[in-house]
Each structure stands twice: as C-alpha cells, then as structure tokens.
Nanobody
C-alpha cells in the first residue's frame, strides 16, 4: 500500500550538487514526517534531514546543515533533498523514509540511491 522510490543519485565531484527525489505513494495523507537517511560502507545508518509533512518544518543533522535542503510537494507527494557543496564524506546510499506518527518509527523505507562524491 505504501511505496517509496528514490532517484537522483550519482557521481559528482567535491563541491558539486545533486538533488534527490522521493516519490511517496499509498498513504501520504497521514504522513507525519518524511526523512532522509544515509549509510556509508562499514558505518551505521545516520539521520540526514526530516520534514514535517503538514507544516514543512525542516530539521537537519549538523553535518549537513547549511549545505542540504529538504523540501516537499504535498500535492504531488514528493520529497526532495537538495545537496550542495558536496564532500567526499557525503558518499553513501541515501534512503527516504516515512514516519506515520510523531514518534519517528519510520515504518516505510525506499530501496536507496547511491551518492558518490569524488575528491
């Protein structure tokens, strides 16, 4: 019933930009948060950004604050992550996730999209 599909990953040089997209289907009308997470090889998954669906309020990890911007289009059920000034340490698989409640259990996840930043 719920499906999340990420797109927009790729290979970019340090200092470059990418925009990730996440298409949300199924029950977006009841979404509380949409979040972006990432996981690099050998590392734990980490929080990147989240957006409160109803208000558009955005929250960021300190490592990306000022460089990344999360946004959403309620009408088209899309979530975006604009990534600027990319660094090699941003290299990871990026996942979008959907939390149906304010408690951020993130019940639904996409398959991920690879972002590789070269030096």
């Amino acid at each position: 019933q719920v499906q999340l599909v990420e797109s927009g990953g790729g290979l970019v040089q340090a200092g470059g930009s990418l925009r990730l997209s996440c298409a949300v289907s199924g029950r977006s009308f009841s979404t509380y948060f949409m979040g972006w997470f990432r996981q690099a090889p050998g590392k734990e998954r980490e929080f990147v950004a989240k957006i409160r669906w109803s208000t558009g309020s955005a929250y960021y990890a300190t490592s990306v604050k000022g460089r990344f911007t999360i946004s959403r289009d309620n009408g088209e059920n899309m979530v975006y992550l604009q990534m600027n000034s990319l660094k090699p340490e941003d290299t990871a698989v990026y996942y979008c996730a959907q939390s149906m409640t304010m408690y951020e259990k993130y019940e639904y996840w996409g398959m991920g999209t690879q972002v590789t930043v070269s030096s």
